[in-house]
T-cell receptor, first 113, second 114 residues
Framework: QQQVKQSPQSLIVQKGGISIINCAYENTAFDYFPWYQQFPGKGPALLIAIRPDVSEKKEGRFTISFNKSAKQFSLHIMDSQPGDSATYFCAASRMDSSYKLIFGSGTRLLVRP | DADVTQTPRNRITKTGKRIMLECSQTKGHDRMYWYRQDPGLGLRLIYYSFDVKDINKGEISDGYSVSRQAQAKFSLSLESAIPNQTALYFC?????????????FGDGTRLSIL
């Protein structure tokens, strides 16, 4: 059972464009929604995260938009750069003592020069 | 030096062999995790450990076992490897408790089972 659904599987954007990756979750007990960025040959690294008490969080060119009623959240990369080319994973964590992360299936982003 | 180190980085082995993947960390974190990454499936949790005496199964623990030898070391074993265990394996650490603690990943072990 996939608890966090991510789309699209792959994305190609021109330099300077906006990259948008979407995730939907099922479990209303989730209370933490991070995005991880993974470059080839490397492990994922935390990029940005949000809690459901806010609808948007921005860090530089990266913004998370959160819609609690729709159980959806998305990552927006403004002014996309070739260096942003990577695989992005959304994730969610539950409000219990385990705090395990449930990851989406990943989106491979390619930003063309 | 990397904060989370995985060895080996690559391994090719045959069906039925016993394999151990090792993870060591210098971050001083109590919590350690093992994930496997498969194309189109994201990262799935195999086992996690909140301290040396606390080890828990994740969503796909069948066919795997772990050992937490010390706070800094967490090993994953495949007792009798099978081809569908071919994947990219990641170790991660985090401070705890709290759901907002980021997980810090190693650079992975690419495992191929023939």
């Amino acid at each position: 059972q996939q608890q966090v659904k991510q789309s699209p599987q792959s994305l190609i954007v021109q330099k300077g464009g906006i990259s948008i990756i979407n995730c939907a979750y099922e479990n209303t007990a989730f209370d933490y929604f991070p995005w991880y960025q993974q470059f080839p040959g490397k492990g994922p690294a935390l990029l940005i995260a949000i809690r459901p008490d806010v609808s948007e969080k921005k860090e530089g060119r990266f913004t998370i938009s959160f819609n609690k009623s729709a159980k959806q959240f998305s990552l927006h990369i403004m002014d996309s750069q070739p260096g942003d080319s990577a695989t992005y994973f959304c994730a969610a964590s539950r409000m219990d003592s385990s705090y395990k992360l449930i990851f989406g299936s990943g989106t491979r982003l390619l930003v063309r020069p | 030096d990397a904060d989370v180190t995985q060895t080996p980085r690559n391994r090719i082995t045959k069906t039925g062999k016993r394999i151990m993947l090792e993870c060591s960390q210098t971050k001083g974190h109590d919590r350690m995790y093992w994930y496997r990454q498969d194309p189109g499936l994201g990262l799935r949790l195999i086992y996690y450990s909140f301290d040396v005496k606390d080890i828990n199964k994740g969503e796909i623990s069948d066919g795997y076992s772990v050992s937490r030898q010390a706070q800094a070391k967490f090993s994953l074993s495949l007792e009798s490897a099978i081809p569908n265990q071919t994947a990219l394996y990641f170790c991660a650490t985090s401070e705890g408790p709290g759901s907002n603690q980021p997980q810090h990943f190693g650079d992975g072990t690419r495992l191929s089972i023939l």
